[in-house]
């Protein structure tokens, strides 16, 4: 297909293209100069052979001309003046060459810009025309019918190729149109993407810095109160922080290929998605920050794809983050994760204050976390449900994840499963507040109830790093996850 624009070849065919372009700009000016063309040899004629009607003769030749001028702008009011013009010549018996071409001029005009009624009314005028014209005097010799033939068939070959010139000028601008519409369409559909990227990035980052560090301010401060008093649970508390960092340089570093578009194959870049395997290490974390967890597997774990197991993942990670930023002092959570034929169901709950649960904050506050996890949820076909608990102390988040992906979901695990650079950062939450991470002051009360607020805190928050940072036995044999609830 050849897409060259006309305008820029060489020969007779770019000439004449150049010259429609720039009559297209420029149509009263191209009309003058065309008629200017036909006045030069009528002019001629008229001088030389007027005679005594000199006057009605150049009256006529530019009564019929000079009209041709505006055709454009006004095509039915010239071509009344010019068919006047005609009738006058018709009754005077005036005969001057070039002259009647201007009736099928202004006829054309007619057909490719007015109404269609004023083609109709035209089109009759024309035939009428004619009529009176074969039955003229000095058209006798050569037969009325022959006449009428002929000029009928010149009055339908200007009507159509008026109206000919109108489809295609429609056909034209309905071509433009679209093309516009296509490149506002290309270029709204780029801008909802870059959108949607910058959201999914913005997920996972939430996910990986929110949780991350709000872990390692907690470590280090519990740490920084009981390096005096227990050294060893103090080191331990550091160097648990500094794996947490370590991972969180990890995801970073993978989120960050993924914003170059890096196809280096760094060993950043190909570690997995987190899935149910790291749950295990999730409720580690967020027992050494503070918060007392007791986790419950029921069933039997079917196949999963790697998308729904960081759906899964990310739900739990919020909703006890949630409870650790927001459920006040004293708060301990509980995770239940229950495999079944057609779905996984995922209830996480804490016994926070009234007023301060795990999901009323952040929707108070501007955080758009429950919204994330409800958006990672839906992407599966599966569903979630946020709101106080029952005993009207806590918080409850139960999310239910089809096992066989559900409307739409196909697209969204393909892209959550696979490890390419490209696509790991489409399986994120809606990001919460930047600045959850909360206060010193809130993590440090988030590893015991105090009896009195103030510097008595991290204290507390070191001798509850301690606790959980000591192994137990299992209270629930049932399930590998099964961990006891720490003191």
């Known amino acids: 297909m050849n897409l060259e624009d006309p305008g820029t070849r060489r020969g007779p065919q770019g000439a004449l293209a150049r010259a429609q372009r720039w009559a297209a700009g420029k149509t009263t000016f191209a009309d003058g100069l065309f008629v200017a063309a036909m006045l030069v040899p009528a002019g001629a004629h008229v001088y030389i052979h007027s005679g005594a009607k000199a006057v009605a003769s150049w009256s006529l030749l530019f009564g019929m001309l000079l009209p041709l001028v505006l055709r454009r702008r006004y095509p039915f009011t010239v071509f009344a003046i010019v068919a006047l013009c005609g009738l006058i010549q018709y009754l005077t018996a005036l005969l001057i060459p070039l002259v009647d071409v201007s009736l099928l001029i202004a006829l054309y005009t007619v057909a490719a810009h007015a109404a269609k009624r004023s083609i109709l009314a035209a089109v009759a005028v024309m035939e009428l025309g004619a009529a ?8 006798a010799a050569s037969g009325e019918l022959r006449i009428f033939i002929f000029l009928s068939g010149m009055v339908t070959a200007a009507t159509v190729l008026g109206i000919n010139t109108r489809t295609r000028r429609a056909y034209l601008a309905s071509l433009e149109e679209r093309a516009r519409r296509l490149e506002v369409e290309r270029d709204q559909q780029a801008q909802i993407s870059a959108a949607a990227e910058r959201a999914l990035i913005a997920r996972e980052v939430h996910d ?254 070191a001798d509850a790093i301690g606790r959980a940072t000591t192994p137990a036995p299992p209270p629930h044999p049932v399930s590998p996850l099964a961990e006891s609830r720490p003191a």
Request: proline fraction near 6%; glycine fraction near 12%.
């Open 208 to 461: 990986v810095v929110t949780h991350s560090l709000s872990v390692m301010v907690a470590l280090t401060d519990g740490a920084s109160y009981a390096v005096h008093t227990a050294p060893d649970r103090a080191a331990e508390a550091v160097a648990r922080a500094s794996e947490v960092g370590r991972q969180a340089i990890t995801d970073m570093q993978r989120v960050l290929g993924a914003l170059r578009g890096s196809a280096s194959g760094t060993t950043a870049e190909l570690h997995p998605q987190p899935g149910l395997a790291q749950l295990d290490a999730l409720l580690s974390e967020v027992r050494v920050a503070g918060l007392p967890v007791e986790s419950v597997v029921r069933g039997v774990r079917p196949e999963l794809s790697s998308g729904v197991e960081l759906a899964v993942f990310r739900v739990v990670q919020e909703a006890l983050n949630n409870a650790r930023k927001h459920g006040g002092p004293g708060v301990s959570a509980r995770v239940t994760v229950a495999y079944g034929g057609e779905a996984v169901e995922v209830t996480v709950t804490d016994d926070g204050v009234p007023g301060a649960a795990a999901g009323s904050v952040p929707a108070l506050d501007g955080g758009h976390g429950i919204a994330g996890m409800r958006e990672r949820v839906a992407a599966f076909g599966g569903r979630l449900e946020t709101g106080p608990r029952a005993a009207g102390r806590g918080w409850r988040v139960h999310a239910w994840v089809p096992v066989t992906d559900g409307a739409g979901a196909g697209v969204a695990a393909d892209v959550c499963a696979a490890a390419t650079p490209a696509q790991l950062a489409d399986a994120g939450a809606q990001p919460s507040k930047p600045d959850a991470v909360g206060t010193p002051a809130q993590l440090a009360d988030a590893g015991s109830q105090p009896s009195k607020p103030g510097a008595a805190a991290p204290a507390r928050l």
């Open 132 to 139: 009176m014209a074969a039955t003229a005097s000095w058209a």
